[in-house]
């Protein structure tokens, strides 16, 4: 159960986190990495059951009543790829409701809602005043956005193009590469296609080529709209005062277009990228005293620095999934944050027209899940040598309560999570969320709150539930310069 409940962690916060309010609200995200997989149609009739439900069709073409007014918003995704342009989704089959509270007691009225092919839907008539606006675009999650817009954004980021065309099965690259540094244990190399980075089979210890590997590509490459492929090996490398990290070494970026059903040849020799220096000065020990407020089944497992590779034009991050990860160009892990990280380290630059970002990231292990949150991003500069110091901006929410209380049991079916601001800077929203640890089903919220009422139908009785929560310096969720803190909760015992 644990690894299936990571992999769907770190596949659905992709998917969500990436979202924009117009009035700077957001849909519910899970903090980078808080997430997971389960069948929420069982709590869907119970929601349903347990509120006041208003349908889509009743004010629809009629007006809505004096104190109410209709929630409109899109969804999609702009794509960083030749120009940030942003393609719409097809809503035809989500489900969206407001939920209004109408007591402290955890009762709620419902509007439902009804989303468009074109990109867009409406929720008529809801009352005036904060509501949650709930999204199931997935079928395993449930998302709620604390807001009282009547205008609503959000859009994913991804590498590509939104006029991508899907490639033919058969379509692929046969590589024949020369050139690479010896392979050696912790090694890897990949290939950044346009519209994401895939990794490649390791290759035997010694090996500085290799000939014959077939990659499939699911899109069509157009050099005219200017994709590129790059391939990338890492290497793992000890500092002089002991420090372990991975770096790119070796690289090759070539413009190419591929034939539909067809198999293109890369016969390339592999060479080391434009190579600066980064001067690091890591504040560990400041990062682990604002990421202390952790249930008592809660540990940190790790802290991670790396410096990504994003798209020049990008205005936030691209959320990592399984089968698209992160180009990070440098990495450095540690399990000890007694001391402050003083060392020299390489700067690669190895995609052209790329920007670098450097992001530090908390392993926090809440059994029988893990989550992973971002507690700091920054832009670096453009100069090929930068000097670094990285220490916290933003606290994490502390002093979590159920209820006004410090309790995992008897909090019944829809608790008051409350929290109160950090210790350090001031955050602008909040995101969390409360994952079923047996059956993986995850329910995420934003809110400019300090506190959460967990809406009908999203607690299973008797089934112990992880609650996270992360402060945040910034309205966009993924915004690339943002300070975070994270806290959790837990196990909650319905």
């Known amino acids: 159960m644990r690894c299936g409940l990571l992999l769907a962690v770190a596949a659905l916060s992709g998917c969500v986190e990436a979202t924009i309010g117009l009035d700077g609200a957001f849909p519910a995200g899970a903090p980078d990495g808080a997430a997971g997989d389960a069948d929420a149609g069982a709590s869907d ?38 120009r940030a342009t942003t393609r719409l989704s097809d809503l035809s089959a989500t489900p969206f409701a407001a939920l209004v509270e109408t007591s402290t007691d955890g009762d709620f009225d419902r509007y439902e809602g009804r989303g468009s092919a074109d990109g867009t839907f409406e929720i008529p008539c809801v009352p005036d005043g904060q509501y949650m606006l709930e999204e199931k675009e997935f079928p395993t999650s449930a998302s709620y956005t604390v807001t009282s817009s009547r205008t609503y954004e959000r859009r994913t980021y991804a590498r590509g193009r939104a006029d991508s065309v899907v490639a033919s099965s058969g379509t692929g690259l046969l590589i024949d590469i020369a050139g690479l540094d010896p392979w050696r244990d912790g090694g890897s190399w990949s290939i950044a296609l346009p519209h994401g980075l895939h990794a490649l089979p390791r290759l035997e210890l010694g090996e500085t080529s290799t000939a014959g590997l077939m990659v499939p590509v699911p899109f069509r490459l157009d050099i005219a709209k200017g994709d590129r492929v790059t391939l990338l090996q890492t290497v793992t490398a000890t500092s002089p005062s002991g420090q372990t990290y991975t770096y790119v070494s070796r690289v090759r970026s070539v413009a190419l277009a591929t034939r539909d059903g067809e198999v293109e040849l890369l016969d390339e020799m592999l060479v080391e990228p434009p190579t600066g220096r980064l001067s690091l000065d890591w504040r560990l020990p400041e990062f682990a005293a604002q990421a202390s407020e952790l249930a008592p089944v809660s540990r940190i497992g790790s802290f991670t620095l790396a410096v990504e590779s994003v798209p020049a034009i990008a205005t936030g991050h691209v959320p990592p999934l399984p089968w698209d990860k992160h180009i990070e160009v440098l990495t450095l892990t540690t399990t000890t944050a007694d001391h402050d990280v003083r060392v020299e380290l390489p700067l690669p630059r190895p995609v052209p027209g790329e920007r670098l970002v450097v992001v530090v990231r908390v392993y926090i292990d809440q059994f029988p899940t893990s989550w992973f949150p971002t507690l700091l991003s920054a832009p670096l500069s453009d100069a090929r040598d930068v000097a670094l110091s990285v220490r916290p901006e933003l606290g994490a929410p502390q ?75 910034t309205s966009r969720v ?9 806290a959790d909760y837990g196990p909650i015992v319905p």
């Open 399 to 473: 002093d979590l309560r159920l209820n006004g209380r410090r309790i995992t049991t008897g909090a019944g079916a829809t608790p008051l999570l409350s929290w109160t601001p950090p210790s350090l800077g001031r955050a602008l929203r909040y995101s969390g969320f409360l994952l079923d640890s047996t059956t993986g089903r995850v329910t995420s919220f934003d809110t400019p709150e300090t506190q959460f009422r967990m809406p009908p139908g999203r607690l299973t009785p008797g089934h112990p539930h992880a609650a996270g929560v992360s402060s945040r310096s």
């Open 45 to 82: 009739a119970t929601a349903r059951d347990d509120a006041a439900t208003h349908d889509a069709g009743v004010f629809l073409d009629s007006g809505c009543p004096a104190g109410t007014s209709t929630v409109r918003g899109t969804i999609g995704t702009t794509y960083f790829g030749e």
């Open 478 to 486: 993924l915004e690339l310069d943002v300070s975070r803190g994270a």
